[in-house]
């Protein structure tokens, strides 16, 4: 074990609560205003956050919060990828961290826990669709196991530039097919 690896805290992930929806709106937002981690470009309400969350609950998708020192410093999800019934056993997952709090192994343990409960889910295919510019966020899909699958060239436009998008998938066993 490295000793970078020696050195990261553990956070203690758990389901989310609504109680949690602003700060995972605060985090979100962040994003949409200050990085292409997010192709949206304008701020989302906190209903419109909330409607999301209740969504996931309706379907039993896992949202996730990472805590350190009682403060919420990331969230991660599973959504549905597309609502055409063949594709029922494959999700998207998706990991934010606070930005104060990237490069300390926080997002990994994020994603072993959404990997986790995609699985449980019963999720075959998993799916991340991350901004090619976004090194560091692939590098960390890339350590726990998904592969690249293809990229999507110039399919997004955002701070006036032409954007492609890094496709990576994870193949599981799920537990619950």
């Known amino acids: 074990m490295s000793q970078k690896q020696a050195s990261v805290r553990s956070v203690n992930v758990r389901l989310a609560k609504r109680s949690d929806v602003l700060t995972i709106h605060n985090i979100y937002n962040q994003y949409v205003a200050e990085s292409t981690a997010t192709f949206a470009m304008v701020a989302e309400t906190l209903a419109d956050r909330q409607g999301w969350y209740e969504a996931h609950r309706r379907k039993n998708l896992a949202v996730l919060v990472a805590e350190l020192d009682g403060q919420t410093i990331g969230w991660a999800s599973v959504?549905?990828?597309?609502?055409?019934?063949?594709?029922?056993?494959?999700?998207?997952?998706?990991?934010?961290?606070?930005?104060?709090?990237?490069?300390?192994?926080?997002?990994?343990?994020?994603?072993?826990?959404?990997v986790q409960q995609a699985e449980e889910h019963g999720f075959?295919?998993?799916?991340a669709q991350v901004c090619t510019e976004n090194l560091a966020s692939i590098a960390l899909f890339k350590s726990r196991g998904f592969t690249e699958a293809g990229i999507l060239k110039e399919i997004g436009r955002k701070f006036d530039r032409w954007l492609d998008v890094q496709l990576l998938q994870k193949l599981t066993a799920p537990l619950n097919p």
């Open 79 to 114: 959504s549905n990828y597309n609502s055409r019934c063949a594709y029922s056993q494959s999700a998207e997952v998706s990991v934010y961290l606070a930005p104060g709090h990237l490069g300390k192994g926080y997002g990994g343990q994020l994603l072993d826990a959404v």
């Open 124 to 127: 075959h295919c998993l799916v």
